[in-house]
């Protein structure tokens, strides 16, 4: 068994996920994003869709970004 990088669960289940250079072990998906989903720069929520990313910060929608000062920014175009 491996036990979660995330919550210490030692599971039969577990399963690795890598991203560029790092990786982690995971039990669920629900761990995998705490640990490797980007966080909004505006409100902090994990990324888990498309986000928006202005300038190199990334933010969870357009509604975050224009709270930052990132005018013209939509979630659709």
């Given amino acids: 068994m491996a036990t979660c990088d995330t919550c210490g669960n030692d599971y039969d289940k577990a ?8 990786s ?3 039990d669920s998906f629900e761990c995998a994003a705490h640990a490797l989903a980007p966080t909004c720069s505006h409100c902090g929520c994990r990324i888990l ?3 928006v990313e202005v300038d190199g910060t990334i933010f969870c929608c357009a ?3 224009d709270h930052q000062g990132a005018g013209g920014v939509a979630d659709r175009a």
Wanted: one cysteine or more; aromatic letters at 12%; a neutral charge.
């Fill in 15 to 22: 399963f690795t996920i890598t991203q560029g250079d790092r």
């Fill in 24 to 26: 982690g072990t995971f």
């Fill in 49 to 51: 869709g498309h986000g």
């Fill in 63 to 65: 509604h975050c970004a």
